[in-house]
């Protein structure tokens, strides 16, 4: 099985903008809902966003709806995640995550497999 391997992570200041990238490598995506979570050292990892397998549906985490995102090209197999606005509180290691289904309401365990994940670092 291929590899899920996240990208565009760095240091920005507070209500800068960053896109991360999220390549599927040897496998395709396509047919999957796709994710993305975070998480801050100490704490577990938390839900951001996800995208059902067309791209036209979307669901956000509380805490980052109206900033935040998530879109997805089938054709080049990569899903990414528009941050805008950004905050101190959004440091933290983003991952990639394929679904095991798509829902408009987040819920533990939906997750299958994660990237290695791409550090954020929000300045104020």
Not at 41 to 69: C, H, L, Q, W
């Amino acid at each position: 099985q291929g590899q899920l391997v996240e990208s565009g992570g760095g240091l920005v200041q507070a209500g800068d903008s960053l896109r991360l990238s999220c390549t599927a490598s040897g496998r395709a995506i396509d047919t999957h809902p796709m994710g993305w979570y975070r998480q801050i050292p100490g704490k577990d990892r938390e839900f951001v966003a996800m995208i059902n397998y067309s791209g036209r549906f979307t669901t956000y985490a509380d805490s980052v709806k109206g900033r935040f995102t998530i879109s997805r090209d089938n054709a080049e197999n990569m899903v990414y995640l528009q941050m805008n606005s950004l905050k101190p509180d959004d440091t933290a290691v983003y991952y990639c995550a394929q679904m095991k289904y798509f829902s408009s309401q987040y819920s533990e365990g939906m997750a299958d497999s994660w990237g290695q994940g791409t550090q954020v670092t929000v300045s104020s």
